[in-house]
């Protein structure tokens, strides 16, 4: 987007002049263990300077500010892979440490943290400074609440892990400017096989602790492990891997001798063939051996404590006390509801039948698909393009807060398509070198209905998430450590709010446009339903596909593939309508005490101006917004 109200916020200027000191991180900074190029005792009299300046009496605002400098910094330098996300390059050719040995460095480095960060005196903070600290303090509790089931996670499954990671972070986020950054992506291949290890030693642990995913995934896992290595140099082949043909790619626009590009393809397909062939190829060996030992059934219930874990899951993704039932009551209520608005849409339209009828007819009329080829799948791009870029031209109407960012709308990569889901966002780079990306799985079709295109635009694209997470990267005036900060139930929360925002904004004038709006918003709530009733009530993967077919126009794949996702990640699903309603809630609260003074644009900004953001602190927050309100 083009017009902002913020300045581009480096990481330079948000760590160091924002606390009026150097410290050792910002993203124009060399890597830290860079030496300066001026001489040995000027830069002994730099060093000697900076630890005086650290020791000097500080107040608290300020040693507060240094905390969470550093505690970022820390975090970074643990990341290579962060590190990548962000636009930086200081371990430009590494993988993240996953070992077990890592994690309990973490969780001693989270309890030492969240020590310091009770004994700051708060009284001597202001507003926004106490905010901060709050949020920290609650992240690293949440964190460390996990970490007690740290082998419940699975850190295989079928929808979204390492197999698939490593070449979508490969091709999306590692950037090739330059040679050095050439040899880094080769460097990245050469690490895939340790990395690997460390993912095979995480799976025997879970295998001891009697913890699997399903059956089922096992065999997405293998055929999408399989899909990596498959054309050159694996084989002989007239098309290259997946992998090669992105190195290639990324080559070419670096003008290049033959010789320099040569030299460098040799190197990288060594790499595949020596790290990143044998590396997938036991993997799906190991795969392959625990897939004998899933225990039966689908649910987190069949794991050894399964039901505190799915607990701990709940309260991680909502934000939120409700336990089980309460969320699975809850969904089964708005499931009503949705039914009798999507009614309504039926008499618009003058459809003679009842709502199961409908359904089968939106799910079946060839009308609302565009076809199962190249031609259908470039014309849903670029239509699901042309409603960003209208909703983009209304924003300032409704927004104080406009980021600077771009946003591109592109179709999952074929390797990945088949486990995706059907659309997700990815943020773009701090530092403007690369655009947010809307994904949109164009695998089948018939999965992405042309009467839905309108409300996912809004929802993966502006005003949802690339209008939330473009504006909290650069955002000034907080810590960088609360712009990445996760709280899933605000962040897709808001993006279920703004589908139907805009609709308040004046979109979806086509009524099976705004069935579409329905239909997602039901979606979620059948979400509640499913996911509870699956990982609670122990309901079967087939339970749950029937469940949504009966009660939502989605079809079968559809239904398969969401199912199959919320198997793999439980309790993630229950975040999007939960917290949705909260900021329904919130809204409609600011709107009758603020009557004709409530304005779209003053609320927006109360709820993005902080980043991510816990829902009990988020109702806090709007809460003193509006007796600040009554009282002026």
């Not at 659309?423 to 009467?451: C, E």
């Amino acid at each position: 987007m083009k017009k902002s109200l913020f300045k581009h916020s480096q990481l330079c200027l948000a760590m160091g002049l924002a606390i009026g000191m150097t410290i050792g991180l910002s993203a124009c900074s060399p890597k830290p263990e860079t030496q300066s190029e001026a001489s040995p005792q000027g830069a002994q009299q730099e060093q000697k300077a900076v630890e005086e300046q650290r020791q000097a009496p500080k107040n608290e605002s300020m040693r507060l500010a240094q905390f969470f400098a550093d505690s970022f910094e820390e975090d970074l330098k643990r990341s290579p892979m962060g590190q990548s996300y962000l636009g930086i390059k200081w371990d430009y050719g590494k993988w993240d440490d996953v070992s077990p040995e890592a994690e309990t460095q973490l969780r001693e480095l989270m309890l030492k943290r969240l020590e310091l960060a009770q004994a700051f005196k708060r009284d001597e903070l202001n507003e926004q400074e106490k905010l901060s600290l709050q949020i920290y303090e609650a992240d690293l509790q949440r964190r460390l609440a996990n970490d007690e089931f740290r082998l419940h996670t699975y850190i295989m499954h079928q929808f979204r892990a390492w197999h698939t990671t490593v070449p979508s972070f490969l091709i999306n986020i590692h950037r090739i400017s330059s040679i050095e950054d050439a040899e880094a992506y080769i460097s990245r291949l050469e690490g895939v096989q340790p990395l690997f290890e460390q993912v095979f030693e995480q799976l025997k642990l879970r295998e001891n602790a009697g913890i699997f995913p399903p059956q089922w995934s096992y065999d997405q896992m293998i055929q999408a492990s399989n899909n990596v290595i498959q054309g050159n140099p694996f084989e002989e082949s007239n098309k290259d891997s997946t992998l090669l043909a992105d190195f290639k790619e990324k080559l070419d626009a670096l003008g290049l001798s033959n010789a320099e590009k040569g030299g460098l393809i040799a190197r990288a397909e060594q790499a595949l063939l020596e790290s990143v062939k044998p590396a997938y190829e036991e993997m799906m060996t190991v795969l392959l051996n625990q897939r004998m030992k899933s225990p039966d059934g689908d649910g987190v219930w069949r794991l050894p404590n399964g039901d505190s874990w799915y607990q701990n899951r709940l309260n991680w993704f909502t934000t939120t006390d409700l336990n089980a039932q309460e969320v699975h009551e809850l969904g089964l209520k708005h499931v009503q509801r949705i039914h009798n608005e999507m009614r309504n849409i039926m008499e618009q339209v003058n459809f003679e039948g009842d709502l199961q009828a409908f359904f089968k007819f939106m799910r079946e009329d060839d009308q609302f698909y565009y076809a199962n080829d190249e031609e259908g799948r470039n014309r849903y791009l670029t239509e699901a393009k042309a409603y960003i870029d209208m909703m983009e031209a209304k924003i300032p109407e409704y927004f104080g807060l406009i980021p600077q960012a771009d946003m591109i709308v592109k179709r999952v990569e074929a390797f990945r398509e088949q486990s995706a889901g059907k659309a997700f966002y990815q943020s773009p780079a701090k530092d403007g070198s690369r655009p947010g990306i809307y994904y949109a799985n164009l695998y089948d079709m018939r999965s992405m209905p042309t009467y839905q295109m309108e409300a996912l635009a809004y929802h993966e694209g502006i005003p949802g998430h690339h209008m939330q997470r473009a504006i909290t990267q650069e955002l000034e005036g907080i810590p960088e450590f609360q712009k990445y900060v996760s709280f899933t139930a605000y962040t897709e929360g808001w993006g279920l709010y703004t589908e139907e925002l805009a609709k308040d904004m004046g979109f979806y004038k086509d009524p099976y446009s705004d069935f579409g709006r329905l239909a997602m918003e039901l979606w979620r709530a059948c979400r509640l339903v499913v996911d509870t009733g699956i990982h609670e009530m122990k309901w079967s993967r087939d339970e749950a596909i029937a469940y949504l077919i009966e009660n939502t126009p989605n079809p079968e794949y559809d239904a398969v593939k969401a199912i199959e996702r919320y198997i793999a990640m439980p309790g993630q699903a229950t975040a999007y309508m939960v917290g949705k309603l909260k900021i329904m809630e919130l809204r409609e609260r600011a709107m009758q005490r603020l009557g004709d003074k409530f304005s779209y644009a003053d609320f927006h900004d109360q709820l993005l101006m902080h980043g991510p953001i816990p829902l009990n602190i988020l109702e806090e927050r709007i809460d003193a917004w509006l007796a600040e309100q009554a009282a002026s």
